[in-house]
């Protein structure tokens, strides 16, 4: 998500930009191979020759956004003749996950991550060092350079070139995208009210380059890792193998690097391109650790070698920080990494290229790094290496980092580097056109361990209570989403519990396979004839609400097909099939809960009817007359609550809640008592029922009974109890009564 200012566009703006890249891409069309092409180069035209037009820093920034808007168009020629511009499904903005970032913002986050280093500065300021690993138009540098030439005028008594200064000494960004880089140099220059700035010392100083292409010294010495060598073909797949033998046979620590040569540079450039080389034939020269040292002792690699490196150097923007910023890493790196990186998954991609480029990052950063790991966390990892000690981190990120499995191993590293000073968490949607909720933690490199950490909430920054945290504690806890709790509405209530549910419960999720394994098994009986045992029907995650199965009364998909009544046709499994015996697992008493929901849908299978479709999670009791306990416990708002703490953020919305099979069984129990067992009775009574009212009052008896037993004050009961009900959305839970109570 490359970050910008939201600058309020003029449509009169808008519409003469786009009117002009029409023209433009009309007579550019018949020179190029598609439309599509002429559109891409008339925008880049047009948009950077306005912006040097421009008579100030707000009007270049309102260009670069009627910029990101026509990312968003697609050309598509009439039958007359004539282009019109459509929004595009896969178009150039949401692939390279950039969108605004409000105005309001990036001011709150300049406030909580710069204010403090220009009031610390101690008339230093133009020493300070701000970075945007992601700096799109410049909008957050822009707004960073404003804040210290006002505190520099104030200084000096007067603001004549205090902007200038602050632009050409402070700031540096990297973007990968050319035309955005050179929107950012622009921009500054207006800012700096001298637009010749943009051809001298911001050409060094913004850059174009992947931010996240590179590799450090150390890691280079040790040679190209395996991953490196991947062949594109099924029968390339014998000379890929043979290259990595041979590498790893050579592989061993490289001699000491002397640190900005060109001579270690070069090195750090054949690492790199090792990922993206093409493996054709087994008579091709291949970048291997033979090249690696070759290069540190000034041997000559052959041309066809020299070549490739350098084309993957140019083609793939390969950006070493230490190289390219050599005068502020050498003095221990920056004051400030601020901005908004784009959200992508690039390693879940399956495209050559993107399989090459997430074997880089996971050879890169590893072990930081899991299957789905997005980008932008990575981006936090690469911050923490670039700021100095003491230095600030501050980057929007998908709240998933807060809880996601797959952003834990990048939680305990930067914990290992930083600790958090602050954290915002949007439980809004803050980009326009964006379904991703948002956070941005405060890091600061080598701060103190305990620290009383600040929270935020919502698009304009309201300060929640602080929390004193124990970062070692809360990087061996391992999640960070009951930090945002508050942000997001959940009630903080004290649980009075020494027991989970693995003591009482086992828990497993089926996998892809027996999901597909239904194809060409499953039959529709639209008029309920067939019999269970034969037959017996298949239940969704959409099927299953608190305490009632939809079987039968709401139609469903599986396998890409439209269902009113699914069953598995047993006989059929048996003789071609191969889950019958998974069948007959799941054919027994059980509790099934769905998640990706705002609270956990819990229904009983007391007889082992309903066979439980990917991704429902199957419960079953140790001992069966604790069923409907167990059934109670994960009903209760306290699980709910205790759920939604600890691992929100990672579902597909804010407000859901995505539990796997094994965090299930961390929901606490209340200890044994008469409580639990009246909201057994109670569930029992909840599931029987006919109608929606009666199911309702009886699911509010299982919740009061759940939270007496639980130990919860009145004060905690009531607050959880409403908040459960609005997350089911009962209907008495929008009544006048229930909302005073």
């Not at 003749?81 to 950039?98: C, F, N, V, Y």
């Not at 150097?313 to 908004?340: K, P, Q, T, Y």
Request: charged share 25%; net charge negative.
């Amino acid at each position: 998500m490359a970050e910008n200012r939201s600058i309020p566009d003029s449509l009169d703006l808008m519409s003469d930009i786009r009117d002009t890249v029409l023209a433009e891409t009309h007579q550019l069309q018949h020179d190029r191979p598609s439309i599509q092409g002429a559109y891409h180069e008339a925008v880049q035209h047009i948009i950077l020759e306005r912006a040097r037009r421009a008579v100030s820093a707000e009007q270049s920034l309102a260009i670069a956004s009627c910029y990101e808007r026509l990312l968003q168009l697609t050309p598509t020629r009439k039958d007359s003749g004539q282009i019109a511009l459509t929004p595009g499904k896969d178009s150039r903005r949401k692939s390279s996950g950039a969108y605004f970032t409000p105005e309001v913002v990036i001011e709150s986050m300049l406030d909580l991550a710069l204010d403090p280093l220009i009031e610390n500065a101690a008339g230093q300021l133009l020493d300070l060092r701000i970075c945007d690993p992601s700096a799109g138009a410049g909008h957050f540098l822009a707004a960073a350079a404003r804040r210290i030439a006002e505190t520099l005028a104030r200084t000096r008594g007067t603001d004549e070139h205090a902007l200038r200064d602050v632009v050409t000494c402070c700031l540096r960004g990297v973007d990968l995208n050319p035309v955005t880089a050179e929107l950012c140099r622009i921009t500054l220059a207006h800012l700096a009210g001298d637009i010749r700035l943009a051809d001298g010392v911001l050409r060094k100083h913004i850059r174009c380059g992947d931010a996240l292409l590179n590799v450090g010294n150390e890691q280079a010495r040790q040679g190209i890792p395996d991953a490196a060598f991947n062949a594109p073909t099924r029968e390339l797949r014998s000379v890929a193998n043979r290259v990595r033998a041979t590498n790893r046979k050579s592989r061993a620590p490289l001699p000491p690097l002397e640190a900005n040569t060109d001579r270690c540079r070069s090195v750090c450039d054949a690492w790199c391109a090792a990922f993206f080389q093409a493996i054709e034939d087994s008579t091709a020269p291949v970048i291997t650790y033979d090249t690696l040292l070759a290069l540190i002792s000034g041997s000559d690699i052959g041309p066809r070698l020299q070549s490739e490196i350098e084309r993957i150097r140019v083609s793939r923007h390969v950006f070493h920080w230490n190289h390219e910023f050599d005068d502020v890493m050498a003095a221990g790196g920056f004051d400030l990494v601020i901005g908004n990186p784009p959200f992508l998954n690039q390693l879940e991609l399956t495209t050559v290229s993107s399989r090459q480029e997430a074997a880089f990052l996971r050879s890169r950063y590893a072990p930081h790094l899991s299957a789905y790991t997005d980008v932008a966390a990575i981006f936090l990892l690469l911050s923490s290496e670039l700021v100095r000690s003491g230095g600030s981190i501050m980057l929007i990120q998908p709240q998933s980092l807060l809880g996601a499995r797959d952003a834990h191993a990048v939680r305990h590293e930067l914990l290992n580097r930083t600790t958090l000073r602050a954290l915002w968490v949007a439980n809004e949607r803050v980009f326009e056109d964006a379904s991703v909720y948002t956070c941005a933690p405060l890091l600061e490199r080598d701060g103190a361990r305990q620290q009383r950490t600040r929270r935020f909430r919502r698009k304009h920054f309201e300060e929640l209570t602080p929390i004193s945290l124990d970062m070692d504690t809360l990087r061996s806890d391992g999640t960070w989403a009951p930090l945002a709790a508050a942000a997001l509405g959940i009630p903080e209530i004290t649980i009075n519990s020494t027991t989970e549910v693995r003591d009482i419960a086992a828990a497993t999720a089926d996998f892809r396979d027996q999901y597909y394994g239904l194809r060409g098994f499953l039959v529709d009986d639209p008029d309920d004839e067939l019999d269970d045992d034969a037959f017996p029907p298949i239940l969704t995650s959409g099927l299953v609400d608190l305490a009632t199965a939809e079987w039968g009364n709401r139609s469903t998909r599986i396998l890409k097909e439209t269902w009113q009544r699914p069953r598995v046709d047993r006989a059929r499994m048996r003789c071609e099939g191969e889950l019958d015996e998974w069948i007959e697992m799941r054919r027994v008493p059980k509790v099934i809960i769905a998640t990706q929901t705002r609270g956990l849908e819990v229904f009983v299978d007391p007889n082992g009817r309903f066979i439980p479709s990917l991704p429902l999670i199957t419960m079953t009791a140790e001992h069966p007359e604790d069923l409907w306990r167990l059934g109670a416990a994960m009903a209760s708002p306290v699980a709910t609550a205790f759920a939604s703490r600890r691992y929100s953020g990672t579902a597909l919305h804010a407000d859901a809640i995505k539990l796997s099979a094994s965090q299930t069984l961390t929901i606490p129990l209340p200890p044994p008592g008469p409580g639990w067992a009246e909201a057994a009775r109670a569930l029992e009574a909840a599931q029987a029922a006919t109608d929606r009212a009666t199911r309702e009052h009886h699911l509010q008896e299982m919740a009061a009974a759940m939270n007496e037993a639980f130990g919860l004050s009145v004060d905690e009961a009531d607050r959880l109890m409403l908040w459960w009900m609005g997350r089911h959305r009962f209907e008495a839970a929008r009544s006048p009564h229930i909302a005073s109570g």
